[in-house]
């Protein structure tokens, strides 16, 4: 008797199946797809959900918006060169921690002035604006501390368990 004939399938089916199961899986993705998540479904860019404004007052706002950068312009620029200085500081050979607390110093000071001087002219703007424009400026502000939310409530959350940790063992100290 002869021995049995393993059967193989040929190589280039094997990868027509694949490709098939590839392209199936594509094609059910694209036809099963669930709907986004709470918060994804907004409009297009600067649209906000539960805003139902004006095309008019929109650029209101981003006049105003707009005139604020322009306004704080070289402070932003001078921000900018602080945090290269700052980081040439941190990668120089030899290490001058001196000279990082102070590029670090100047940074911090070029921070708040370029925060100063564009919340100045929002400010000064802001009387010009209706009720709603007025609510879209702050709705935009705050969504700046909407993203740092969940990175401060880490934060509180460390430091929470940290101060329970030093009030059961009150010979630790702070790190």
Known sequence: MSDPQVRRFPFWLTLSVLGNLVLIGLLAGIFLNTPPRPGWDR????????????QQDR??????????????????????????????????????????????????????????????RIFDGLDELNPNQRALVARIMSGNMEKRGKAGERLERLRERRQERLEGNPDESAP
């Not at 409009?43 to 004006?54: D, Q, T, V």
């Not at 000279?99 to 911090?108: F, H």
């Open 59 to 120: 650029e209101g706002v981003r006049q105003l918006m707009r005139a604020s950068f322009d306004a704080g312009r070289e402070a932003l620029r001078a921000r900018r060169a602080a945090e290269r200085r700052l980081a040439d500081a941190l990668g120089a050979e030899p290490y001058d921690e001196a000279a990082a607390r102070a590029a670090l110093s100047t940074l911090r000071e070029a921070d708040r002035i370029a925060r100063d001087t564009v919340a100045d």
């Open 43 to 54: 409009g297009g860019p600067g649209e906000r959900p539960g805003f139902e404004l004006s």
